[in-house]
């Protein structure tokens, strides 16, 4: 039997409109799992940075904690002479300070003498917390976290190695993750007397900060060598501590640069190994450790499961398969009946069809005709309106997500990576057509004592505070950024000349200098500036903030509250 052209042309045309629908759903889908998944990445790099930020003010917190047990009278006189209310006292306030802690293990006074002999000891056991016995006091002068902490100075934190807790009579601690932070108890006139330890829990703190995360997320930490600490697979977790070491860059061999120390961050699929049948996106931060320790660096990362990151896309795909079996059959239909009046309006389904997938503006659709053609237009035309909403939902969360990884989320400024992004970009156009770039670095004088004395909220505010005053008083083709702590930069592209850049030094320093008002008292502070000039003192990022920080460690040397170029100018 043989077809007709009507026929043909009708069955023809539904194919072709089959399969430029299913064409679209596909780039469509593949486009939005595409969108989603480097919205995860940026999303695992953001939450690896919260995480961070947690895990250090835990840090900063038992450092305050080690300051006020090692300050106290009480310990000095333990120590020294000890009396049994003195005794007492200090093993109440360890109580009182492990009951408002529930992740410290322990917390003790061991002496400097006799072999570094345990004089107060508060243990938490599987019943609460315990005091230890003058019997059962054992001699620690062995372990680093004594023989190392006795050489700090006054106010020094010590932190260990993470290892699972060995020691003999630990309680509740023994034979779990464990870290030990330590600061000496001194007198001014006899030296170290001894030191003060508090033994964390690792697992117990880890799973509160993996509590705040999404269910989907997997906290994972490694030290500087690579081992792994926490894993979601408990059997990778301290392998050293079974004569097997489970190494993250083995596993993971993307994080190998950060082991190296050659990168602060990654961000990868892994589709490999023992996640090739759940292949997860991972981000990891590598963070130096700014206190004395045995580990000189960890690295904390998150991963995600591909599969629950591209789940929403799942669903758009089942909306796509319906919308396209429908469009597909409408065709076959209507071209059947009329294949010959119909051509032009399918055709513009086609064209429209095609212009979409690759990205283009919707073109007019025949969705006034009332019949199954315009059925037909109105059901594509309201599946690129999904698409496009969805689309636009995608980018618009990727855009806030790339701000936020951009912007220093107290002050508003550049942090650190859009910093040396726009240095390296000025670097290269100076490369490219001449002229000089100058970096401006400041670190504020008498920020700790604000932080120690006012708290932290005052010490927030006044970095607030110095980012508006650098904003108010750089130019809008500068950028100030804060690199962290106390310490901001500003990148000035292209250069003034010398004089205006002294100028603009003294303008911020007295601009720093103004006291701040918080909760109606006036905080006093000021700055010390160190200026770096490119090419004169380096033709690289690096070479120019060495320079410019050196410039300020000479000002701090010499008194504070000025400024100092790499290389003096003449004159």
Same mark, same amino acid.
């Given at each position: 039997?043989?077809?007709? &052209? ?75 002479? %000890? ?54 006091? =054992? ?23 993470? @290892?699972?807790?060995?020691?003999? +009579? ?9 870290? /030990?932070?330590? /600061? ?6 006899? #030296? ?7 033994? $964390?829990?690792?697992?117990? /703190? ?17 030290? +500087? ?13 301290? #392998?050293?501590?079974? +004569? ?12 190998? %640069? ?24 991972a981000a990891f931060i590598g963070k130096n450790i700014e206190i004395a320790s045995e580990d ?28 396209? @079996? ?33 990205? =283009? ?11 199954? &053609? ?11 309106? =999904? ?11 990727r855009q806030e997500l790339s701000d936020l990884a951009r912007h220093d989320g107290l002050t ?78 500003? $990148? ?5 000349? %010398? ?37 004169v003192d380096g033709l690289t990022a690096e070479e120019l903030l060495a320079a410019a920080d050196?410039? /300020?460690?000479?000002?701090? =040397?010499?008194?504070?509250? +000025? ?9």
């Open positions: 039997m043989r077809l007709g &052209i009507a026929t043909r042309l009708a069955v023809v045309l539904a194919l072709l409109g089959a399969l430029a629908a299913g064409l679209t759903g596909f780039y469509v889908y593949e486009a939005s799992r595409d969108l989603l998944v480097a919205s995860a990445k940026n999303k695992l790099l953001t939450s690896n940075q919260v995480v961070l930020r947690r895990i250090t003010l835990t840090r900063e917190m038992v450092t305050r904690n080690l300051q006020m047990l090692s300050a106290h009278p009480a310990s000095l006189r333990a120590l020294q002479h %000890p009396q049994t209310q003195d005794l007492d006292q200090l093993a109440t306030l360890f109580r009182l300070m492990m009951d408002s802690n529930p992740a410290y293990f322990q917390i003790r006074l061991i002496a400097a003498h006799d072999h570094g002999i345990e004089v107060v000891r508060v243990d938490r056991d599987a019943v609460g917390l315990l005091r230890v016995d003058d019997a059962d006091l =054992q001699e620690k002068g062995h372990y680093a976290y004594v023989s190392e902490t006795l050489k700090l100075a006054t106010g020094q934190t010590y932190m260990s190695r993470i @290892v699972i807790n060995r020691e003999r +009579g630990a309680h509740a601690g023994e034979g779990k993750p464990a870290l /030990m932070m330590a /600061m000496p108890v001194v007198d001014t006139d006899r #030296g170290v007397q001894g030191v003060v330890v508090i033994n $964390l829990d690792l697992q117990g /703190m880890f799973s509160l900060l993996a509590a705040d995360l999404p269910s989907q997320f997997q906290l994972m930490l490694a030290n +500087g060598a690579g081992d792994i600490l926490v894993h979601p697979d408990a059997n990778l977790a301290f #392998g050293f501590d079974r +004569g097997q070491r489970q190494l993250v860059q083995e596993h993971m061999p993307p994080t190998l %640069p950060l082991v190296r120390g050659d990168a602060d961050s990654v961000v990868f699929e892994m589709h490999e190994g023992v996640y090739a049948s759940n292949p997860v996106v000189g660096r960890l690295l904390l990362g998150l991963t995600q499961p591909i599969a629950d990151v591209v789940q929403e896309v799942d669903r758009l795909r089942v909306s796509i398969v319906n919308i396209v @079996v429908g469009l597909s059959l409408a065709c076959l239909v209507v071209a059947v009946v009329v294949a010959s009046a119909l051509s032009r309006p399918i055709n513009a389904i086609g064209r429209a069809a095609r212009f979409f997938a690759v990205g =283009q503006v919707k073109t007019a659709l025949p969705t006034h005709r009332q019949d199954e &053609i315009g059925d037909l237009a109105r059901s594509f035309s309201r599946m690129q309106d =999904q698409i496009s909403q969805q689309l636009e939902e995608l980018e618009s969360s508003g400024l550049a942090n650190r990576r859009l910093f040396e992004e726009r240095l390296q970009s000025a670097l290269a156009q100076r490369r490219r057509h001449g002229g000089e770039l100058a970096l401006v670095f400041l670190d504020l004088d008498k920020f700790k004592d604000i932080n120690d004395q006012q708290g932290h909220e005052a010490g927030d505010e006044v970095l607030k505070v110095v980012a508006s005053r650098l904003r108010a008083n750089t130019r809008e083709v500068d950028t100030p950024a804060r690199l962290g702590g106390d310490e901001f930069v500003v $990148l000035l592209c292209p250069a003034p000349e %010398p004089t205006q850049l002294a100028a603009l030094a003294r303008k911020l320093l007295e601009a720093v200098s103004v006291p701040i008002v918080h909760e109606q008292e006036l905080l006093e502070l000021g700055c010390s500036i160190g200026i770096s000039r490119s090419p050196e410039a /300020m460690y000479e000002v701090k =040397q010499a008194g504070r509250n +000025g400024f100092r170029f790499a290389t003096p100018i003449p004159g």
